[in-house]
């Protein structure tokens, strides 16, 4: 028998009312059974209008990150989501995905949150995935290269997010390098990408993704440096509609450059380029400037002295971001 998911797939295909008896019709059920269908879609948020002898028409659309609601905003052409993995709370979808890759998860396969109850940023900090503030996932990548060959992919995921945030809100959405996607001088994005694999062979590679949607505002500690779409926008967000943007991004430029490089794009988006920066080195303190980016996604500073270093770890401070201080 179809379920309620049957009948709401049906109502996002149609612009106007359709009957009870049209519904029953193609659902191949009882009237009565329609209506508890509604009924059910309404509980899980949906806004559905019925009027007498016209019929039922979805008005309205909640903020949820159901595989139903994902996939309703995804081409289906492609290959990414072609398993989907929502999740009402886990540890982090990083380590979903790292359990369900050690099981076999296909390449392609997307894990998705509405709250993380461990959920890590870069060099071990602690990243605040309340619930439905934020869109939270997963992609597990089962790409054919060493790992050795693994440069780009954090930089490309960086790319894919600020395209679409530009897609959805038209925010002008940067990047502080290597995987911080800001709007203004805040953060509103972080990447942290994983990798599971051998000397000569890579199991998967996990890029996890962060975005602050609908915050209304962040704690004194983060307030200097933390900003989401919706304090950007003064709109609510809907999570489903900007994964489906933000994967379909990621699919065509991953096809385009694989993990080894990265889009000449990333540099135009570099908010680092071109500023002063900081940074540790061999227990000492460097200052200078940041120049370019390396093929292999290191950043290029040129220190005080003239000396041109590549950087490829660490925190890096790039003055006028976060409140930070070179």
Known sequence: MPDHKDLLDILRQTDGY?????????LGVTRAA????????????????????????????PDSISEAEIRANLSGKGTFGCRIVSLPSVDSTNEEAKRQGDAGAPHGSVFVADEQTGGKGRLGRRWV??????????????????PSEITGITL???????????SLTGCEARIKWPNDVVIGTKKVCGILTELSAEMEHVHYLIPGIGVNTNNGAFPPELSDRATSLKMETGQ???????LGKILEEFEELYNRYGVSSFPEEYRSLCVSLGRPVSLQRGGCKLTGTA?????DGALLVRTQEGEEIAVTSGEVVVQGFYGEKL
């Open 129 to 146: 995935s309340a619930p439905g503030s934020g869109l939270w996932f997963s992609i597990l990548l089962r790409p054919d290269v060493l």
């Open 156 to 166: 490309l995921s960086a790319v894919a997010v600020c395209r679409g945030i530009q």
């Open 291 to 295: 120049v370019g980016i390396a093929p």
């Open 18 to 26: 359709l009957s009870g008896e049209e519904l029953s019709r193609q």
């Open 34 to 61: 329609v209506w508890k269908k509604i009924e059910q879609l309404r509980q899980e948020g949906y806004e559905i209008d019925s009027v007498t002898r016209r019929g039922y028409r979805l008005t309205g659309v």
């Open 236 to 242: 609510d967000i809907r999570r489903a509609v900007l």
